[in-house]
């Protein structure tokens, strides 16, 4: 190898070896941790600081480990995690937030952490809103639509109220105030003019009028009925107002 190839690989060595990160080990609780100089910089904690460095009064352990052990690992290991990622994992449980901060007073940096866990609940809060907001469209666009079938759907099946007079089995109308019984004319199609004789099964709808054998696939007479206590129904033309802006609702609202 040339001379200058030499101390060309030499200085590239040299310079890496430079680059190399110095790493502590503690012993936090029981738990080793590696920490290096950037987890010290990026915590700001004077305490830990003074502690890893090799300028400073305390004694240095003769094998490298520093350990603190009337401390709590649970709480170091997400101090580091914030020191590393600039943030908290989720906590739920106060007693380890109370725990988290008695440690993080220990470590002199209990302001910074009680920051990082404000923007921790308020995320988790956006969070839960949005998987909220985004159920509760979902679920409105099911229930809409399942209204608007039952507005165009045919409806062919009739009750009756225990004292003879009969009503549609799927929205309460009565086709007409009087007492029926099974085999009585009841009416005739709008278009065939067959004759309709009474019985649960109509196969008659007192929407489009139309017996069975000529109702098209859905009903096109599709107004909900508006009688008794069917009076704030909102009509099919409504619910498909409010089902389209459902849909054009931007649901990366939700993510």
């Known amino acids: 190898m040339a001379e200058g190839d030499q101390a060309s690989t030499a200085g590239n060595a040299k310079e890496k070896t430079g680059m190399k990160k110095i790493t502590s080990s503690l012993n936090v609780g029981g738990s080793l941790f590696c920490v290096d100089q950037k987890d010290v910089d990026s915590l700001q904690s004077d305490f830990l600081s003074a502690l890893l460095n090799p300028d400073s009064d305390f004694s240095k352990p003769p094998d490298g480990v520093y350990t603190i052990l009337e401390r709590d ?3 170091f290991s997400a101090i580091l995690h914030f020191s590393r990622f600039g943030g908290l ?3 739920y449980d106060q007693e380890k937030v109370a725990k988290l901060l008695v440690e993080a007073d220990f470590w002199g940096i209990k302001e910074r952490i009680q920051k990082a866990l404000s923007i921790e609940k308020q995320t988790c809060a956006n969070r839960i809103e949005c998987v909220v907001g ?3 469209v979902v679920d409105r666009r099911q229930q809409i639509s399942d209204e608007l079938y039952s507005a165009k759907r045919h409806h062919n099946f009739r009750d009756h109220d225990f004292r003879g007079r009969v009503y549609c089995f799927d929205c309460g109308n009565r086709d007409m105030d009087s007492r029926f019984r099974e085999g009585d004319r009841y ?4 278009r065939c003019q067959k004759e309709i004789r009474f019985k649960p099964d109509l196969d008659w709808c007192h929407k489009c ?3 069975t054998s000529c109702q098209n696939l859905v009903c096109p007479n599709d107004n909900p009925v508006r009688n008794g206590h ?3 129904k909102p009509s099919t033309e409504e ?7 459902l849909c054009k609702e931007p649901m990366h609202k939700f993510p």
């Open 230 to 232: 069917y009076n704030n």
């Open 187 to 190: 009416t005739s199609c709008d």
């Open 134 to 136: 985004r159920r509760c």
């Open 89 to 91: 994992p989720s906590f």
């Open 209 to 211: 009028k139309m017996c």
């Open 239 to 245: 619910l498909q107002v409010e089902y389209d802006c």
């Open 73 to 75: 690992a649970a709480s």
